[in-house]
């Protein structure tokens, strides 16, 4: 099971990236929400995240998308897009459930992306 | 750790790890990747015109046809429509979802359009598509808004911005108080009324509250004009907004419910009429774009 190490100081978290659904950025904070929905802040900001994304899962990390300053969303839980409501839903369609907001302009182009990797046989 | 690649903006998308596995385009020209969306719907529904013209006979029901979105280039869109091999005028009809919404859409081929008023000649086996195209007044029949029929301008005022300018068969469709290809149709025998416009340069137009019901536009999507239909139950500015996120360029309204009376005919030459025609008096009288 592929994991993504969050390392730093004393504290380390270990999250298989299957059951990431997305990091949400708190300024220098960031909180890694997983599928069991727990949530768990790292003193790591969303863009050093992404460094580790890069370095740590290289073409796995492809699952996980920015959204904006504030969002990086694991597409494999994208369950409804709403561009007119600026509403994005993100479910395992079991026990996992978050609603969250994003631009429209970042919609257009999520939903775009998980067409062209539905097209594409990528998932 | 920190790079410069994290300078992002709350409108920006960015695929993490080694890049996007499919093909994304460039994600960093945020009007044109608004565009985007819809541009892989057109481009959609120019492969399935293109394929359903080229494999009709051998398609017993031309139902199941059925799409994806083609992640194309805005290059490689248009042209796919003049690789469409018949020279016969006909009607390709697609629908599409955009925002949630079907739209329902009827792109002319090979066929120039012209302006009529009075009632629609159902023997006309030379129009291919029609719809309702200007306001006429019930009461007293008086056409609201510039108006021009042949190269004779018939009524004039700019309550509405919008407008369409027929010219040797060729559709324009544009916003603006003021337009030279109103003088222009008077001096070619062409056509030209107005109507709300809903889409200004991809931008949505807001118009005063109305009612939510089936809507229609004639739009132009970079040059090339289709018809689109909403399958729900829309307001004006509801509307509006899908049809900028489907990334129409301009758009103006084309009055007629979903009983208004018009047909268009597909590749194979069949005939699909909608609507009724409303017999009464009053109604009699109203203007229609045709294409043949």
Known sequence: METLVISKGTEMLCVPVDRLVYISSDGNYSTVVTQDNREQIVSYQLGQIEDLIDAQLGDAGSRFTRLGRRLIVNVDFVYFVDISKQRLILSDCLNCYHELTASRDVLIKLKAYKEALKKYGKQ | ?292
């Open chain 2, 1 to 292: 750790m920190e790079n410069n690649n994290h300078n992002i903006q709350d409108d920006e998308f960015r695929v993490l790890g080694t890049g996007s596995p499919v093909p994304m385009g460039n994600p960093d020209e945020e009007r044109r990747r608004r565009r985007l969306g819809g541009w892989f719907a057109f481009a959609l529904v120019a492969l399935l015109g293109l394929a359903m013209i080229v494999f009709w006979p051998q398609s017993e029901d031309p139902d199941d046809v059925e799409g994806v979105f083609e992640s194309r280039s805005e290059t490689e869109a248009l042209p796919l429509l003049d690789t469409l091999t018949t020279e016969t005028p006909c009607v390709i009809k697609m629908d599409t979802l955009v925002s949630g919404h079907l739209l329902k859409l009827f792109i002319p081929h090979r066929a120039g359009a012209r302006l009529v008023v009075g009632d629609l000649d159902e023997k006309d086996r030379q129009a291919v598509m029609n719809f309702q195209a200007a306001d006429i007044r019930a009461d007293n029949h008086e056409i609201l808004g510039e108006f021009v029929l042949a190269g004779e301008q018939l009524a004039t005022g700019v309550s509405k911005k919008g407008f369409c300018a027929i010219i040797d068969g060729y559709v324009s469709v544009g916003v603006g108080e003021s337009t030279p290809l109103l003088d222009e149709a008077i001096a070619k025998g062409g056509y030209f009324f107005r109507q709300y416009a809903l889409v200004d340069g991809g931008e949505p137009v807001m118009n005063k509250p109305k009612n939510s019901t089936v809507r229609k536009a004639l739009c132009d999507w970079n040059g090339q004009v289709f018809v689109a239909v909403s399958a729900d139950r829309l307001t004006l500015d509801e509307f509006a907004r899908v049809l900028a996120d489907f990334g129409v360029t301009n758009a103006i309204y084309l009055i007629g419910s979903d009983f208004a009376y018009g047909w268009s005919v597909d590749p194979a030459g069949n005939r699909e009429e909608f609507g009724f025609e409303d017999r009464r008096p009053e109604y009699r009288k109203q203007s229609y774009i045709v294409w043949e």
